[in-house]
């Protein structure tokens, strides 16, 4: 079994793939010994932890020798985030995420949101541009921001018809997932996983509740995003703070 297939077969309604998400080949060693099942990275953490920001600003070729370097040291199938595809041109995606596959990524994640637009790609063009990338054999998780920065409890039942569009042109472009991020509504949840012709994939927040109540409601892939390296450097800073203040770190307990 490829490593593309065996990614695709862990996207599971109903028995989600966790994903905490990584940043450099030194965080995937951590999450892969942990008992990770597959390995993903997250556009904040490997943006900050190569000085840039996030939003697409981390050049192609820096991604992808990143990825090689995480790829080297795991087994498991890796899925990059590719923010939103870089290409300007549908073209141009299919050659950057052909690119990242001959790299050894056996998954993309990609935006339906340019690099710092707030509004959304026409779903046609998006259309073109996902099936740009699953051209590559890719799985391809398909990022639907319709829930960003809107209000669910006015909007709910439009922003699920909205998604549910988007899925299904996602999905006959070739996409192999659909990630809805800023969604915690278990009613939203379960009504796109119902409906969507794509296993869903949600970004876990605290609302969320655990794996086994986003479970029931049909999800099959939770993913922590930029949570890991905020809590990672959170401690980093904690911990240097109590040193360099003549303190004893917690590490030597």
Known sequence: MSKIDELRGLHVPGDPLVLFNIWDAGSARVVAKAGAAAIATGSYGVAESLGYRDG????????LANLARIVSVTDLPVSVDMEAGYGDTPEQVASS?????DAGAAG????????????????????????A????????NARCDVFRGRDVASEGKALVAATLDRARA????????????????????????EASPLPVNILWSPACGD?????????????????????????????????????TPGYAA
């Not at 995420?97 to 596959?101: E, F, K, L, N």
């Not at 986003?214 to 040193?243: D, F, K, N, Y």
């Open 97 to 101: 995420v052909a690119r990242a596959r």
């Open 170 to 193: 996602y999905a006959d472009a070739g996409a192999g997932g659909l990630f809805v991020p800023f969604l915690a509504d278990a009613g939203c949840i379960a009504a796109i996983c």
């Open 108 to 131: 993309i994640n990609m935006e339906d949101r340019g690099p710092g637009q707030d509004a959304l790609v026409p779903m046609a063009e998006q259309a073109e541009r996902v099936a």
């Open 56 to 63: 697409q600003t981390v050049p192609l070729d820096l991604v």
């Open 133 to 140: 990338a699953a051209s590559s054999g890719i799985f391809v």
């Open 211 to 247: 794996r086994a109540a986003l479970a029931t409601l049909g999800v099959a892939r939770i993913s922590h995003g930029h949570q890991p390296w905020e809590a990672a450097m959170t401690l980093l800073e904690r911990e240097a703070q109590t040193v360099l203040a003549g303190g």
